[in-house]
């Protein structure tokens, strides 16, 4: 695995790859890869023969009184945890090298980023969107990998894709779990031990919805109101949002019918926390993704 820490470079190892015909996957992070990350560059892996991951802790997602100076950082430890998964290149660049003195352009999907996550942190989809693009305009691949967990991001990206006619084809990966069903995150580092235990309310949570819902309730604002009073039982707990939108425009749903999504928002201590669930309403049985 060859680490780049350039743009130069990283596009002339990305246009070398693709001249010689290799088809490459790109598995973008923040770093304190864990397994859920790992998954993204095992999906590359199967689809691609040539994987770029990237490592970098983006500033321009995180508010001013947000965690980008305490987020965790560990290149050591995610280099060693990618070296045995395939990876052609680890691109790493630091921040002058992103975003030069005078920078001044940014990319914003109007519309999906001021809601859910978007009313909480204002401006940090724009981030996101910014960096996705730069990034994906350094790399070049023909397939990037994201993870369900960050569904609005995803739906985002997938947006700015389509409107901006990328070449990159986008693709959403599972949440990866653990097995009290809290799902992976690099923020789960934060929590303290009677915090880490409390935050599988927002899994148990989902999972007695789902069961609401397989018993044929289709009321958004009954669903909603039970899953907040779950997640309140949780003396550690402080919701920020529970929400039943459509998946695709993240407009509030009035009953459940069509593609829906259950975003939740909670924060345990001073650590904020998403998980979400993908409900198909049909004419059969419903089809959830959880």
Request: hydrophobic share 40%; with cysteine.
């Amino acid at each position: 695995m060859e680490t780049i820490h350039t743009i130069d470079w990283m596009k002339q190892a990305a246009r070398q790859a693709r001249d010689a015909g290799e088809v490459l996957g790109f598995v973008p992070t923040m770093g304190a890869l864990h397994e859920g990350h790992l998954s993204l560059v095992r999906a590359a892996r199967e689809r691609c023969s040539r994987v770029v991951v990237s490592l970098f802790v983006n500033p321009k997602q995180f508010g001013p009184k947000e965690d980008f100076a305490r987020y965790p950082r560990d290149f050591d430890g995610d280099r060693a945890k990618l070296e045995p998964e395939g990876v052609a290149y680890l691109f790493a660049p630091r921040a002058e090298e992103m975003y030069p003195a005078g920078f001044r352009t940014y990319v914003t999907v109007e519309g999906l980023s001021e809601r859910l996550c978007g009313k909480s942190r204002p401006g940090h989809f724009r981030g996101v969107t910014t960096v996705v693009l730069k990034l994906l305009e350094i790399v070049r691949p023909h397939f990037a990998f994201f993870g369900r967990k960050d569904a609005q991001q995803a739906r985002i990206i997938r947006q700015m894709a389509g409107d901006l006619n990328l070449d990159t084809e986008m693709v959403v990966c599972p949440i990866v779990r653990e097995a009290d069903g809290l799902a992976l995150s690099s923020r789960n580092a934060y929590l303290h031990a009677d915090e880490r235990r409390a935050a599988t309310v927002l899994y148990r949570s989902l999972s007695r919805a789902r069961k609401l819902i397989e018993q044929g309730e289709r009321s958004v604002s009954l669903l909603a109101g039970e899953i907040r009073k779950w997640i309140e039982a949780e003396r550690r707990a402080m919701v920020d949002y529970v929400e039943i939108v459509d998946a695709d425009t993240f407009e509030p749903k009035l009953d459940l019918r069509g593609r829906c999504l259950v975003a939740l928002a909670v924060l345990f201590g001073n650590t904020r926390l998403i998980d979400n669930m993908i409900i198909e309403i049909g004419e059969g049985q419903p089809f959830f993704e959880l």
